[in-house]
């Protein structure tokens, strides 16, 4: 039987504006999560939020008796603001990892990692994971990095750390290059050939929508993880829907939480 | 532990016999196997799945939900496999447990029902029917049967013609008289009712000035509606005498003996699951512990003790 894991604080800091980094001690029994995974979290014992919010794994580290499990969020509603104000020590309640993680291809020799916001976060989790994991299977990885501004730009240094190139773009050009995190990469694209590079990519709507019409005519493989507002985060609710393709072309729907969030960039419809 | 064997908290619903009063909410419980994981569905009083349709159903654009005070609003559109998808793929795995399969289903016209209720009687491992009558009738321009106490009956009729499975009509608590729909479906032959379904509302996105779900409307449910859902039993309890199943916001075992106490014969949890995948499980540990702590062995002891 699964469970509702019971987990400790061990750090909220506020790491840049409204972007936060939570680390939570849990149970040696949480399973590793795959990278791409998310986890449900809720703070115990109070009526407001209700419900769980999504976030995803943005590292994981397993000691002796104990894991850790970091988290990178930025406040936006209720939910956010709530957690923004947890001291170390209190309790938070965490159901994962959850759902269908990145799909890794030994076959690319290029991975390119396109991450805008908070997109960062599971995309840095699978650097990792590729760093070391995979390291002979690949030669070359790149990480384009987009935000507003320079003080939007988060995890930087974390990326300094893995052996991948680093793109940033900022929109104003306030940091790396000007512009947004998509046309940045159409500019590089032509240097990797299709058939032997895999893109994942994270981040707002507008910017995987600009990707998938970068890609739309291309023979690039693109995975992307989404996002939807979520309930159960375990596929029962119906709540969290995306539309994909369908041989009819009548509408129809899949999860996020269990089917995603990481799908293949052809398979959604991005209207 | 002696003492524990002892307590019994079995409880019928018509002919149908649960282990326990707790099942799990049309919509919240997925076809079971979503929550199996986290939940021994054996231990359930009977899992009630996520509403059939004669077809298919693809459901509503996102965003579809909604955290609101207390509580949430889904526009989920009654998506679905449809019945035969249900019956081939989704009943099989819930065969092999021990607990009572009741299934939801809804329709657009009578016809719809009758057909869905009818391949579902044939089939191997459903208990019960709950007929959800809060979706809108297409030929009355949308008007939910479940709004009319005719429409109500006359649905009631259709499903109890092509079925000798216990069926239990489930209200919508979007009406003024809802006595007045559960005496017309008593009437019309349902063995139980069970309510309430979600309380239409909506929630407006201040910053954009669009509404929060794609559907603008959808279903409150949650915490925020136990005192409506616990008015709206009593109100059934005393004007029918078929067993009533209450349904709403139910987070614990203390909100399911409130329901119990005023006479309900068992209880749904919802929206809980999400909070707690094993809400369900701490709904029944936790009466099982009230009865312990009262002395009270039979939890026919407890139905119906209201004292107004
Ligand atoms: C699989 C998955 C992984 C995620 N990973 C992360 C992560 O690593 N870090 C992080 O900061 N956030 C992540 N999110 C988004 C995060 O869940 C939301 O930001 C959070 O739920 C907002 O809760 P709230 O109560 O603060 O805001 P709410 O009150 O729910 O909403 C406040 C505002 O934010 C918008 N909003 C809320 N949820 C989303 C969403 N999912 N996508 C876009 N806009 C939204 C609302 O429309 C509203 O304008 C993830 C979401 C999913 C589905
Ligand atoms: C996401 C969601 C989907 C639902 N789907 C159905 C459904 O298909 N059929 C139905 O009769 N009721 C459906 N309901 C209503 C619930 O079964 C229940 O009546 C209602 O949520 C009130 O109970 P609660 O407050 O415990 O959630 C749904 C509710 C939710 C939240
Ligand atoms: S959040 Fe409930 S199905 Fe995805």
Redesign the interface.
């Known amino acids: 039987?699964?469970?509702?894991y019971i987990g400790e604080i061990l750090k909220n800091e506020e790491i840049a504006q409204d972007c936060f980094l939570m680390r939570v001690a849990l149970h040696v029994s949480f399973p590793d999560p795959a990278a791409g995974q998310f986890v449900m979290v809720?703070v115990s014992g109070i009526?407001?939020?209700?419900?769980?919010r999504p976030f995803s794994v943005y590292s994981f580290e397993r000691q002796n008796n104990s894991c850790a499990l970091d988290i990178l969020y930025r406040v936006l509603g209720?939910?956010t603001q709530v957690m923004a104000g947890l001291l170390n020590g209190t309790q938070v309640?965490i159901?994962g990892p959850l759902g269908q993680g990145f799909e890794i291809k030994q076959n690319k020799k290029n991975i390119i990692l396109v991450g805008g916001g908070m997109g960062v976060a599971p995309l840095t989790y699978l650097a990792l994971h590729l760093n070391n994991y995979m390291c002979s299977s690949f030669s070359t990885m790149y990480f384009y990095l987009g935000a507003q501004n320079d003080e939007a730009l988060i995890g930087v240094d974390e990326l300094k750390k893995l052996s991948c190139t680093a793109i940033t773009c900022t929109d104003d050009g306030s940091r790396g290059e000007k512009g947004l995190v998509t046309q940045i990469l159409l500019k590089d694209l032509k240097k990797f050939s299709p058939e032997e590079t895999m893109i994942y990519a994270c981040g707002p709507k507008p910017m995987l929508k600009a990707l998938a019409k970068i890609l739309r005519k291309t023979k690039y493989s693109c995975q992307v993880s989404l996002e939807?507002?979520?309930?159960?985060?375990?596929?029962?609710?119906?709540?969290?829907?995306?539309?994909v393709k369908s041989r009819n072309s009548?509408?129809?729907?899949k999860r996020v939480c269990?089917d995603g969030p990481v799908f293949d960039i052809n398979e959604i419809v991005w209207k | 532990m002696a003492e524990t064997e002892q307590i019994n908290m079995s409880v019928k619903i018509g002919r149908l016999k649960l282990k326990n009063p707790v099942m799990t909410a049309s919509?919240?419980?997925?076809y079971g196997e979503?929550?199996a994981?986290?939940?021994?569905l054996n231990k359930l009083g009977a899992v009630v799945v996520?509403g059939l349709s004669l077809k298919p159903r693809?459901?509503?654009?996102?965003?579809?939900?909604?955290?609101t005070?207390?509580?949430?609003l889904?526009a989920?559109g009654l998506?679905n496999v449809g019945v035969e998808a249900f019956i081939s793929e989704k009943l099989p795995f819930l065969r092999k447990y021990d607990t009572k399969v009741i299934v939801n289903i809804y329709g657009e016209n009578y016809d719809e029902y009758k057909k869905v209720t009818r391949k579902l009687s044939a089939a191997k491992g459903v208990h019960a029917v709950e007929v959800n009558i809060s979706c809108p009738n297409v030929k009355k321009g949308g008007l939910s049967f479940g709004a009319d106490p005719k429409t109500a009956a006359t649905v009631t009729r259709k499903v109890k013609e092509v079925t000798d499975l216990p069926v239990i009509v489930k209200l919508t608590p979007n009406v003024t008289d809802i006595a007045a729909i559960a005496v017309a479906v008593e009437k019309a032959g349902a063995d139980a009712i069970s309510l309430i379904n979600t309380i239409t509302g909506m929630s407006v996105d201040i910053f954009t000035g669009r509404p929060h779900l794609k559907n603008i409307t959808g279903g409150l449910s949650?915490?925020a509606i136990k005192p409506v859902a616990l008015r709206m039993v009593w109100q059934v309890l005393q004007n029918v005498s078929i067993p009533v199943i209450g349904i709403g916001g139910i987070m614990n075992a203390e909100d399911a003996l409130e329901f119990l106490i005023i006479g309900a014969k068992a209880v749904q949890i919802g929206?809980a699951?999400?909070?707690?995948?094993?809400a369900t499980m701490e709904v029944i540990g936790g009466i099982k512990r009230y009865m312990e702590m009262t002395g009270i062995k039979n939890i026919s002891k407890i139905i119906g003790t209201f004292k107004a």
């Open positions: 039987m699964k469970n509702v809720r009526a407001e939020p209700l419900l769980a209720r939910g309640e159901l939807e507002k979520m309930a159960c985060g375990v596929g029962a609710c119906l709540g969290c829907a995306v539309p009548k509408p129809a729907y269990a | 919509g919240t419980f997925g979503e929550y994981d986290y939940v021994d996520k693809a459901g509503n654009p996102p965003p579809r939900v909604m955290e005070p207390g509580g949430m889904n989920v998506q949650g915490p929206t699951n999400f909070i707690n995948p094993q």
